[in-house]
């Protein structure tokens, strides 16, 4: 500290001394800064700008379900049938390996290593497991709060060696014990959290809802949300459904920006450093190209970051290129705009002249709708944009057309908002196909999470999530609740009506469809197709065709379900990316998708293949209507049986331009 100087010294004197004292505090104060920065600071800031070059990559033929890095080097990751694979660097990158099988119930959602053998797995029944991989005994369960929890991401805090847990059903950030996982403090007001890290004295949260990257101070109970970094965007330092973060010192902290399908390195300050990665510019692509990367790791010993593409069950390695080299293109891309693809759910309209078709497209926050008639359907108009205003949307999340005659209306399920809205479509099927923005008009809206507190049966120990929505004929709506896993009803007017499910009976639907006076509905968790009537009652599908996994669950995952015309049930299957038709004895028939792994081309965008499908949807005249997400297209089987598609040019089968003579009848045994 200075001190003022003794009055009897000479001015000249007491000018060199100070200038003597500061310059000592200066030099002094500077070691002192390159000390702590070299200690908290694996990355210096002048090398941040230089991330991004692309070191390897690693790819399973069972899709991943979630990473974590290792005590001593390398990283784990768990393959959703609960194979654990811890991978450390011997002569290159990572290929030192050890397998193990862990004996957990459901599909695993996250993972943290707690001691050299012992592992932390959440599920998607909502447990947390503590595995030991060298034991055959069964895991120990830590104890969920009252009300449970949905773990879906886990962390350790590096300043006291507790557990951090992002709790999707309650948008909840956990502080846990590590011994036994007794809870220590919380924060809330989350709408979509995906991933939690800790970087100097506060924890960051990514959080899809709210396309931000959001501090959390200890003894506080709530996000500091009025300091969150980020926002809804395409240019740098704006986020599109964040999907990971990892710091990687007090200051720098790397984030998933999975719809921009990039890497972005913020720091604390809330200015964002550097960015890099390119969507895949050809289906499967990688040496750095990303395709909706999720989680990150960072490995000191390699100086690497792992990054986690779920949809492509892979992981890529990159690091820093030499200062004296040219930057890949990926690294020096900078996004302006938002492009989209379309989601995983869209509906068709059912009007005597069914014309429209709805997509949801959550990069953008909107619904875009398209006049069908054509080989290639045609854009006329979109509505959303994130938001909470009225025809706003954070995470649209499900749609599906009412039964109507006149102007065509369809409903949208707002997660992030946690409310339903009605739009109606002004457009005549006789009008000129052309855009015309404002045809498409909100009708009405309503706060789910409102109603529930006046519905005694609705009400549950969690906040309502709402997911994919039918509506029947009657106009009855049903729109799941994927945070109690069950059904709400409602009529045309958004007035509640009742609820099916709930009490175990559903663990994680994911689709539904009208069918006659009920609902068939999609449970990937327990891979099951049900259907369930108004009164209550529900049947199970036979499936039983399909072949079984050894645990005796089928192999394949539900992830789109309606009724054909004909009385056979249409689904599809996102773990090998299949389509089949299931009559009512059980007999089932594959329609698309590749039957051995012999038949999987390199790019998996065949004319008969399918790559992650989502929803589909059958239209009045029988044609088939799927929803390829993966390889962001649709997919239609006409009544006679052609095949075609529209959507993502580089992701369009060669067959488009030469088409062939063969079609599809029904499906092939």
């Not at 599920?123 to 005994?137: A, Y």
Request: proline share 6%.
């Amino acid at each position: 500290m200075l001190r003022r100087l003794p009055a009897k010294l000479l001015p000249e004197t007491g000018f060199l001394i100070l200038v003597f004292l500061i310059s000592g505090l200066v030099l002094s104060t500077g070691s002192s800064l390159a000390l702590v920065q070299k200690s908290t600071d694996p990355i210096p800031v002048e090398e941040l700008e230089r991330w991004g070059q692309f070191r390897g990559e690693q790819k399973w033929s069972i899709p991943p379900a979630a990473i974590c890095g290792l005590q001593n080097g390398g990283y784990a990751v768990i393959l959703i049938d609960g194979t654990l694979e811890l991978r450390r660097s011997g002569e290159s990158f990572f290929d030192s390996v050890q397998r193990f099988s862990l004996k957990i119930p459901g599909q695993p959602t996250c993972l943290l290593q707690l001691t050299e053998n012992r592992f932390l797995v959440g599920t998607d029944r909502g447990q947390l497991l503590s595995c030991d991989v060298n034991s055959e005994s069964s895991p120990m369960e830590w104890a969920p709060p009252s009300g449970g929890w949905k773990p879906v991401a886990l962390a350790h805090r590096s300043s006291n060696s507790q557990v951090l847990l992002v709790d999707q059903r309650h948008g909840q950030i956990w502080e846990l014990d590590s011994e036994k996982g007794n809870p220590l403090q919380s924060w809330t007001g989350f709408i979509d959290p995906t991933d939690v890290t800790e970087a100097g004295n506060s924890i960051y949260v990514t959080d899809r809802g709210w396309q931000r990257l959001i501090p959390c101070v200890d003894g506080e109970k709530s996000g500091r949300f009025e300091e969150a970094l980020g926002d809804h965007g395409a240019s740098p330092g704006l986020l599109a459904g964040p999907g990971g973060c990892a710091a990687i010192s007090g200051r720098w902290i790397f984030v998933s920006d999975t719809e921009n399908h990039r890497v972005q390195i913020f720091g604390t300050h809330g200015i964002a450093l550097h960015h890099w990665g390119l969507h895949a510019l050809l289906p499967r692509e990688s040496s750095g190209r990303l395709h909706y990367p999720t989680g990150l790791v960072y490995d000191a010993e390699s100086r690497v970051v792992i990054v986690l593409e779920v949809s492509e069950s892979r992981v890529q390695y990159f690091g820093a290129r030499d200062a004296e080299s040219r930057p890949d293109p990926a690294e020096l891309w900078a996004r302006v705009d938002l492009i989209s693809h379309y989601g995983k759910h869209w509906a068709l309209d059912r009007g005597p002249d069914g014309f429209l078709l709805a997509v949801l497209e959550p990069d953008s926050e909107r619904v875009v709708v398209l006049d069908r008639r054509s080989e290639t359907p045609v854009e006329i108009d979109d509505v959303g944009g994130h938001g909470s205003k009225a025809a706003l949307f954070r995470t649209p999340s499900g749609i599906d057309f009412l039964n109507r005659s006149g102007f065509q209306r369809f409903v949208v399920a707002d997660r992030g908002n946690r409310r339903l809205q009605m739009f109606e479509v002004r457009r005549r099927p006789e009008a000129r196909v052309i855009r015309e923005s404002w045809i498409t008009a909100l009708v009405r809206s309503v706060d789910l999470g409102d109603l529930a507190k006046t519905i005694p049966e609705w009400k549950s120990p969690a906040p309502l999530r709402p997911g994919a929505l039918a509506c029947l004929d009657s106009g009855t709506i049903g729109v799941i609740d994927e945070s109690s896993a069950r059904v709400l009803l409602l009529n045309d007017r958004f007035q509640p009506m009742g609820v099916l499910g709930g009490s175990g009976s559903l663990e994680r639907p994911v689709a539904i469809a009208a069918d006659g006076d009920g609902f068939l509905i999609a449970d990937a968790g327990t891979r099951q197709i049900l259907r369930w009537g108004l009164d209550g009652s529900s049947k199970q599908i036979d499936l039983s065709a399909v072949r079984q996994q050894p645990d005796g669950k089928m192999e394949a995952i539900p992830a789109g379900v309606a009724r054909h015309p004909d009385g056979t049930v249409i689904w599809t299957d996102a773990l090998k990316g299949r389509l089949f038709r299931t009559d009512s004895s059980g007999r089932t028939l594959q329609i698309l998708g590749s039957k051995s792994p012999e038949e999987v081309s390199g790019t998996r965008t065949g004319e008969r293949e399918l790559f992650n499908p989502g929803s589909l949807q059958i239209a009045g005249d029988g044609s088939m209507w799927v929803v390829d997400f993966g390889n962001h297209r649709g997919v239609v089987i006409e009544k006679n049986g052609k095949i075609r598609h529209f959507g993502s040019g580089s992701y369009l089968p060669a067959a488009q331009s030469e088409p062939k003579p063969e079609s599809v009848q029904g499906g092939e045994s």
